[in-house]
């Protein structure tokens, strides 16, 4: 992709703050600024998700992609979640996580280990993944910007050691 | 130009208050935090800072001569080659516990020496009972030659009743 990509916001931006509008309308426009995000999140150092909200558009629409993880991990693929819930959590785990909107700086979340969510692809049709580990952390790390969450709110102690999966 | 960073470290009794009054002295005249860490080993209290804007070494103790006296303290300060910004995020974490006996740190930090291990963050405690003291340490790191070597340097630590558990740590960023 040519293009530039999209400046991402930086905390303590108060956009990053905010908790961000269903998406209504799928069209190509749509399509094309989820390509833009992706574009943007390749610039970054190893970005295995973004949120619309960290370009500064206040949309609930995110990518998760675990298949970039460093280790292989399950997996549902590279995927563009716009409206996500989640609609079931289960069990606990400690992990180190980063985010490109908050540069120089990582910390322990604690995350639910397994998902099920709810979404809408990007034309606009139902979706549904059961995920798991590393995916399960990225999908809530990114669906917690769209309600205007920072990993920095969920910090819990740099010694926390429930056993990290 | 900026001062130089300053490593400030003070050790004694823990009581409450002494971060606030120290923090508040140097804030008083001036002077910029960098990362700290503060602990409790043994039961005493201890707390390393980096400082600058606040003038020489000689010059920091001065300030802080009154809280460290009221306190009961000891203050030690450096000037350091530090910079912010340089955090290292660790890919592995080593966590091993055992009976306690003399020589777990040494053996245990030099198989992972060994492995191409340098540890970023490092935390041991004794636990138990006194007549029966276990130990409990906690490693970060990086491994520049994977976990497997890791996972082989410390296999030979199970005949030594040492339990040792190897993860591999992943920064997931987005």
């Known amino acids: 992709m040519s293009v530039e990509p999209l400046p991402i916001l930086t905390y303590p931006d108060e956009r990053l703050k905010t908790v961000c509008e269903p998406v209504e309308q799928f069209d190509p426009e749509l399509r094309e600024f989820a390509e833009h995000l992706q574009h943007t999140a390749d610039q970054g150092p190893s970005a295995v998700g973004i949120a619309a909200p960290q370009v500064g558009r206040m949309q609930r629409l995110c990518l998760v992609d675990a298949t970039r993880a460093k280790r292989p991990v399950d997996n549902n693929g590279p995927l563009v979640l716009v409206n996500p819930a989640i609609t079931n959590w289960k069990g606990f785990a400690v992990g180190r996580e980063g985010c490109l909107s908050i540069p120089d700086y990582t910390g322990k979340v604690i995350r639910a280990e397994t998902i099920e969510l709810t979404a809408q692809d990007i034309e606009g049709r139902t979706v549904t993944f059961k995920m798991k580990g590393f995916e399960a952390r990225i999908a809530q790390h990114e669906i917690d910007h769209l309600d205007g969450i920072l990993f920095l709110d969920r910090l819990v102690s740099r010694h926390a050691d429930l056993r990290e999966r | ?174």
């Open chain 2, 1 to 174: 130009m900026n001062q130089p960073w300053l490593l400030l470290t003070l050790v004694g009794a823990d009581r409450p208050g002494i971060v606030a009054h120290v923090t508040r002295v140097l804030f008083g005249v001036g002077a910029e935090l960098g990362e700290t860490a503060m602990m409790r080993l043994g039961n005493q209290f201890a707390i390393m800072m980096m400082v600058r804007g606040a003038g020489n070494p000689e010059e920091v103790a001065g300030l802080l001569e009154s809280t460290r006296a009221d306190f009961g303290l000891k203050l030690h300060v450096d000037e350091i080659d530090a910079a912010l910004h340089q955090h290292r995020e660790p890919d592995v974490s080593v966590t091993v516990h055992s009976a306690d006996r003399s020589g777990i740190v040494a053996d245990v930090t030099a198989a992972l020496l060994e492995a191409g291990m340098n540890i970023l963050d490092l935390r041991s405690d004794v636990g138990g009972s006194t007549d029966k003291p276990i130990y409990i340490m906690q490693i970060d790191g990086e491994s520049s030659q994977g976990i497997e070597p890791i996972e082989q340097c410390v296999a030979r630590f199970a005949d030594q009743g040492l339990t040792v558990r190897v993860t591999p740590l992943e920064t997931m960023r987005g």
